[in-house]
């Protein structure tokens, strides 16, 4: 019986070992995608790509419009707002950085980055689009597919 527990705290100390192994390694991958941020020239280039993620992200969410019959997609002024039964998603911009809302996720800050080409967490460099896909699928059906 001492034996079986020796082993079970070997195991739990190797699994954490990885974790840690892995959770610094996803910190160093987002600290470079932090380190090479787009600095756009003016506030015509920002809007530009500001308005090609709007553009990729309603036809994202057109696609799954048949299998979530209810989803109601509105582009406005200032981004998308996507809302499903009684869930609501907002995506907008300004300042140069791309604002997320949802229910799990709350408020979060986007900042393009230059190497990766996407927009990461201003604080975690975390991709938005697998923020916003891990949030959606709690609330509806399908997976988005954003195009690259």
Not at 12 to 26: C, F, I, V
Not at 58 to 85: A, C
Not at 98 to 112: A, K, Q, T
């Amino acid at each position: 019986m001492k034996e079986s527990k020796e082993n079970q705290s070997n195991l739990e100390g190797d699994s954490t070992t990885e974790g840690k192994g892995t959770k610094a390694l996803n910190k160093d991958m987002n600290v470079l995608a932090l380190s090479k941020l787009h600095h756009f020239s003016n506030e015509t280039e920002f809007n530009e790509v500001l308005e090609n993620t709007f553009h990729n992200l309603h036809e994202v969410m057109n696609d799954l419009k048949g299998v979530n019959p209810g989803m109601v997609i509105d582009k406005t002024n200032d981004g998308i707002q996507i809302k499903v039964d009684d869930t609501l998603f907002s995506v907008s911009g300004g300042d140069y950085k791309l604002m997320f809302m949802s229910p799990e996720s709350g408020v979060r800050l986007y900042v393009l980055s230059s190497e990766a080409k996407r927009w990461v967490g201003e604080k975690d460099g975390h991709d938005f689009e697998g923020l916003f896909t891990r949030d959606f699928m709690r609330h509806a059906y399908g997976i988005p597919e954003f195009k690259r």
